[in-house]
């Protein structure tokens, strides 16, 4: 079946460093993959929507100067967290859809990032 | 916006026995798509079943079903012969037809009691 590999699967970074966590379609094309937030014991939250060559389209709230996303192919996704501060310190979630599936969403295994 | 709802945070279950986990959603569309996710401790989303709106019988996989209320907007997950390894936090999903975006639940978690 379809595979989504997140890389990494958890980061420890300072405060006022970027971190980007890569998500990638490893046996099938991605024109749309998403970008999801979740916070301890709670759901996931759609932070973006990105589509390949194109501007990600964010959801109301989410600052998109700060979490940089980038969509350069069909198979690779990145989410950059810049100047990341402690309060973004949560788990990060891509999903990526499978065109030729008949259903064809699939999630990465996460990163939990860590800002100390 | 849609909005799902999933009104039990915790539910324990013996070995062996059956659950059903609730979830109830919100929307004007009349063409959607609904999901029950898995998410271990391991914290990768798993698919265990879907629904489509438009179709009247209840979806099974294996040892999980649901029961698909569309008037009363409702969708439950029952659990059969429920295990070890079904202990997890359980997310309801909605996902519009034509749409991309999934609106999650808060989630239940489930334990499993050997």
């Known amino acids: 079946g379809a595979v989504v590999s997140q890389h990494p699967s958890w980061v420890i970074c300072k405060s006022g460093t970027s971190v980007k966590i890569e998500c990638r379609s490893l046996?099938?094309?991605?024109?749309?993959m998403f970008w999801y937030r979740q916070f301890p014991k709670q759901s996931l939250m759609l932070m973006a929507t990105?589509?390949?060559?194109?501007?990600?389209?964010?959801e109301q709230g989410v600052e998109k100067d700060k979490f940089l996303i980038n969509h350069a192919s069909l198979t690779l996704s990145t989410l950059t967290v810049t100047s990341a501060h402690p309060e973004d310190s949560s788990f990060y979630i891509c999903?990526?859809?499978?065109?030729?599936?008949?259903?064809?969403?699939?999630f990465g295994s996460g990163t939990r990032l860590t800002v100390v | 916006a849609q909005t799902v709802t999933q009104s039990q945070p915790e539910m324990s279950v013996q070995e062996a026995e059956t659950v059903t986990l609730s979830c109830t959603y919100d929307?004007?569309?009349?063409?959607?798509?609904l999901f029950w996710y898995k998410q271990p401790p391991s914290r990768q989303m798993i698919l265990v079943i879907r629904?489509?709106?438009?179709?009247?019988q209840n979806a099974t996989e294996n040892r999980f079903s649901v029961n698909f209320q569309k008037a009363a907007k409702s969708f439950s997950l029952k659990i059969s012969d429920s295990q070890l390894g079904d202990a997890a936090m359980y997310f309801c999903?909605?996902?519009?037809?034509?749409?991309?975006?999934?609106?999650f639940g808060t989630g239940t978690s489930l334990t499993v009691i050997p």
């Open positions: 999903s990526a859809r499978d065109l030729q599936a008949n259903y064809g969403y699939t």
């Open positions: 046996d099938f094309q991605a024109t749309t």
């Open positions: 990105s589509n390949e060559g194109s501007k990600a389209t964010y």
């Open positions: 929307t004007s569309e009349s063409d959607y798509y």
């Open positions: 629904q489509e709106a438009y179709k009247q």
């Open positions: 999903a909605y996902r519009s037809a034509p749409g991309n975006q999934f609106y």
